[in-house]
């Protein structure tokens, strides 16, 4: 459905669909009937090449100070802890 004035709030939202005996279609959302157009044959998808597609960013390591990368110490851990239980 081509967006028609204040449609757009409609993307995505559910619609009835009928089709009468005479042939006609006739879509509702709530209801209530909304302006539509058939189309010929279903748009196709532009091409687009398999190097953009297959493209990822590359993931962001943490530094060498990084908690991740410590060594964990049971010491350590207790220290945290107090730490964190101190702030209000």
């Given at each position: 459905?081509p967006p028609?004035g ?7 939202a ?5 089709a009468?005996?005479n042939?006609?279609?006739e ?5 209530q009937?909304?302006?539509h157009?058939?189309l010929?044959a279903?748009?196709q998808?532009p091409?687009v090449d398999a190097?953009?597609?297959q493209?990822?960013?590359?993931p962001?390591k943490?530094?060498?100070r ?5 060594p ?9 802890a ?5 702030q209000p």
């Amino acid at each position: 459905l081509p967006p028609k004035g204040g449609e757009r709030r409609l993307i995505g939202a559910g619609v009835e669909i009928r089709a009468h005996l005479n042939g006609a279609l006739e879509v509702l959302h709530n209801g209530q009937v909304l302006a539509h157009e058939l189309l010929a044959a279903r748009p196709q998808a532009p091409v687009v090449d398999a190097k953009v597609v297959q493209a990822r960013p590359l993931p962001v390591k943490p530094s060498a100070r990084h908690p991740w990368r410590l060594p964990f110490s049971p010491a350590a851990a207790r220290v945290m802890a107090e730490r964190n239980s101190a702030q209000p």
